[in-house]
């Protein structure tokens, strides 16, 4: 692969923009195309390097937008495969060439973020064994703690202060694909702000090291705060899946396996929900919690800059009527 290329997909993995490598792997002439040839494909269609011309261009990107969405690689062949094969898409050539090729695509995605939030053994043992998993892991233990962007400062990872004001906002703004899940493990000090916080940052996975009793004091906080209750509903506490643990690494290995089951079953969901069915209800994304909601009236609605905006309940169209500009 060209040396350009391979620090083009760094600079990208580390600004957290997922993308997909097509290359090249079988061609019979009349081709463009040779074996080897690579291109870095983003998810507005951006193509970077050289994968051939118009004969299979225009399929390959559509192809690597929808591997990302779906986040599975595909292989494709033009002009036929030369032997079938289900793991093949066969795809026919747009021009008179009678050549074949065939090119693979695989998504490539940054390292979730994991921001684990307190000063407690469970919440330095969910750090550690995150960092082992490979995510990009960020330690906020308070307003006391000062942003700090360099990687080992603290016992692991970026050091952070959840209070900060552009906390939410920075990690609510991150591209499509880059994953973030949140622990609370503050053992009961100030966890209702930081829950608060990591919603408005819309985590994918938020978990609560807590009693049931004290996640219900938690959950009375948010809805008293005016938050969203299809946003409340999507916190997890107490945080883990139910294996009887007790020490905090067997806490920490119970909330580590609760992400990689979401997360899992997050990808087969979005396969499986890929295409809408004709006739289907049209849908609209609520921009201050990011719920999907139904754009058919029976949900709350407000018009910004002539644009009808849909929201899963009156606490989110009210956020987003205080403070358009901070969700659009």
Not at 135 to 164: H, N
Not at 261 to 284: C, K, Q
Not at 293 to 306: E, F, L, N
């Amino acid at each position: 692969m060209d040396s350009d290329l391979l620090r083009l997909a760094a600079r990208l993995l580390d600004r957290e923009t997922p993308y997909a490598i097509a290359t090249v792997v079988r061609r019979e002439r009349p081709s463009s195309a040779a074996s080897g040839n690579t291109a870095v494909i983003t998810s507005d269609g951006t193509v970077h390097g050289w994968i051939g011309g118009s004969c299979t261009l225009p399929e390959v990107t559509r192809h690597a937008i929808a591997s990302l969405a779906e986040r599975q690689p595909r292989l494709l062949a033009f002009g036929g495969s030369a032997e079938p094969r289900s793991d093949v898409i066969s795809v026919p050539m747009s021009c008179g060439s009678e050549g074949k090729v065939e090119v693979h695509i695989n998504p490539v995605y940054p390292a979730p973020r994991l921001v684990v939030v307190g000063a407690s053994p469970i919440a330095d043992a969910v750090a550690r064994l995150g960092e082992a998993m490979g995510y990009r892991v960020v330690v906020a233990e308070g307003a006391d703690v000062a942003l700090a962007t360099e990687a080992g400062e603290g016992p692991v990872g970026e050091r952070v202060g959840i209070l900060d004001g552009q906390f939410a906002a920075g990690y609510a703004s991150r591209p499509a694909g880059a994953a973030l899940y949140a622990v609370v493990a503050t053992m009961g000090r100030g966890d209702e702000d930081a829950v608060e916080r990591l919603l408005a940052a819309r985590a994918d996975y938020l978990g609560v090291v807590v009693s049931p009793k004290r996640m219900g004091q938690v959950h009375e906080y948010l809805v008293a705060r005016g938050v969203c209750g299809s946003r409340i509903e999507k916190v997890r506490g107490p945080a883990g899946l139910d294996i009887g643990a007790v020490r905090p690494e067997e806490v920490a290995i119970s909330i580590l396996a609760e992400i990689v089951a979401l997360a899992r079953a997050g990808s087969v969901a979005a396969d499986e929900n890929a295409a809408t069915p004709a006739g289907a209800t049209a849908t609209a994304t609520d921009p201050v919690c990011g719920m999907t909601v139904p754009a058919d009236g029976s949900r709350p609605s407000s018009t910004y800059q002539g644009q009808t905006v849909h929201f899963c309940c009156p606490g989110c169209r009210a956020r987003f009527e205080a403070d358009p500009a901070a969700y659009v």
